[in-house]
Structures are given as C-alpha cells and as structure tokens.
C-alpha cells in the first residue's frame, strides 16, 4: 500500500461528496439548462474514477488484476462522458461560457 494511494482516495472521495453537494445546492439553478444535467453526472462519474483506481490499488494484487479493473472503469467512465457530450450537443441552448452584457 502506498501513501500516495491512500491521499489520492481520501482526496477523491472529499471532491465527489463536495460535488454532490454543489450540485444538490444549486439542482434547480443546474435543471433550468438542458446540458448541465448530464455534465454534472460525467463530473462525478469522472471523480469516482479517480476514487475507485485509487482504492483499487490499496487491494493486494497482481499488476495484470489491477490494469484489467482500472481499464474497465476507465471504458465505463468515457462512455458516460461520451454520453454527456452527446447530450450537450442535442441541446439548442447557448453554452452557459458565453456571456451576455446588457447596455
């Protein structure tokens, strides 16, 4: 088990719960734009990522067991972000980036 492991999963685990929370706190503000919905789930899809390869390495195993579950959740991950981009781009709503000034 490495140190480094053990900060990665403990820190990955504090950004998903602090993510989960944004988005609970600002849920209307987030429902209100047809895209963000589904950039809020690659989010903490990507995240949880990064907290499962960092659990997953704190398992005794062989290289290979761990390469075969980190690449698994890997695919699983950029498929959810594949989803969610192409979700963005079935929406006709202005990318939330670009701002508009009045006057």
Request: glycine content about 8%; hydrophobic content about 55%.
């Amino acid at each position: 088990m490495s140190l480094r492991s053990k900060w990665a999963a403990g820190a990955s685990a504090t950004l998903v719960g602090l993510v989960i929370v944004a988005i609970s706190v600002n849920l209307q503000r987030i429902n209100e734009q047809a895209q963000l919905p589904s950039r809020g789930g690659a989010t903490v899809a990507a995240l949880v990522l990064i907290l499962i390869t960092s659990m997953a390495e704190l398992i005794p195993q062989s290289g290979a067991a761990l390469a075969i579950k980190i690449s698994v959740f890997g695919l699983l991950v950029w498929l959810i972000q594949l989803w969610s981009a192409r979700q963005m781009g079935r929406t006709e709503a202005v990318p939330s980036l670009i701002v508009r000034r009045s006057g």
